[in-house]
């Protein structure tokens, strides 16, 4: 199918009004004709075949993909999918269906039409399992009313769809959401800013490029720590990490009882540790 795509013609930008007459103008095939192209091209492998069953077809992938215009999205996009789409049941047809193509080839131009909006319809994926696709692309022909479903509307198209009252809630949120720039332009007339990197961060302590980087820092001290704890002898490793390592720190007194002497002795070493280990643990 790949040559017969390559000679297929393709919508762009500014030219969609051309294309729909182009493909209003090829002649729609007969059952009997399109019996013998599709043996052409499954006996013989006839790519040429396989390329007039799909233009003799364009014209209802166009009708189909305008049906979904209201998702924002280009309809030369969108009809671009359905024309993949209606290629790969071209392929898989089988003559034993005994029903014209289009009949066959309506699933799989929805198919790639719906997989196509639902990638582009957000930034982030609007739907993503069985039930959210199916009220993505019924609920709004489903609603009664403008604004927010009441919960006996709710309950209703749950029934109606086979989900959960609770998985409608949700894509009705998702829906009425909209894509918005984390870092807008600040507006000088506006007493507060909308730009959510404003208000999604309560302070420092929540702001999350701050808290990616103090998590680098503390990582490469615990690092250094390690490498430095290495360095020194038994007695002034232990002493650090009884003084400052351990979940119940050791006291002075403590710890010149277990070796035998004094407390400012102890204290002498643990200072000592302390700047063999500094090098290791500054972060420049």
């Known amino acids: ?31 009997e004709e399109e019996v013998d192209l599709f043996q052409q091209y499954q006996l013989n492998d006839d790519l040429d075949a396989a390329r007039q069953l799909v233009m003799s077809n364009l014209r209802y992938v166009v009708y189909i ?25 071209v392929k898989r047809f089988d003559l034993e269906h005994n029903v014209r193509l289009i009949s066959f080839a309506v699933h799989w131009i929805k198919a790639e039409i719906h997989e ?61 959401g909209v894509d918005e720039s984390f870092d807008l332009p600040v507006d000088e007339s506006e007493e507060q800013t909308r730009s959510p990197s404003a208000w999604i961060s309560h302070g420092n302590d929540q702001n999350p490029e701050l808290l990616v980087e103090r998590e680098g820092i503390e990582h490469l001290q615990h690092d250094g720590l390690q490498q430095g704890l290495e360095t020194l002898d ?12 351990e979940d119940e720190k050791a006291g002075l007194k403590a710890l010149a009882e277990k070796y035998g002497i004094s407390m400012e002795r102890i204290r002498q070493i643990e200072f000592a540790a302390m700047g063999k280990l500094l090098p290791y643990v500054e972060v420049i």
């Open 234 to 245: 038994e007695r002034s490793r232990d002493i650090i990490q009884c003084r400052w390592l």
């Open 65 to 89: 993909a305008r049906s979904y215009s209201g998702y924002g999205l280009p309809v030369e996009d969108l009809v671009q999918q359905g024309s993949i789409g209606l290629m790969k049941s």
């Open 116 to 176: 196509y909006i639902l990638k582009n319809w957000r930034i982030v994926k609007v739907a993503t399992t069985k039930a959210q696709r199916k009220l993505f692309y019924n609920l709004r022909k489903n609603k009664q009313r403008l604004g927010w479903l009441n919960q006996t509307e709710v309950e209703a198209v749950a029934d109606d769809l086979g989900v959960k009252p609770e998985d409608v809630v949700e894509m009705e949120s998702r829906l009425a």
């Open 1 to 31: 199918m790949t040559a017969a795509a390559n000679l297929m013609p393709v919508p762009s930008t500014g030219t969609l009004e051309g294309y729909l007459n182009m493909v209003h103008q090829i002649p729609v095939l007969s059952r």
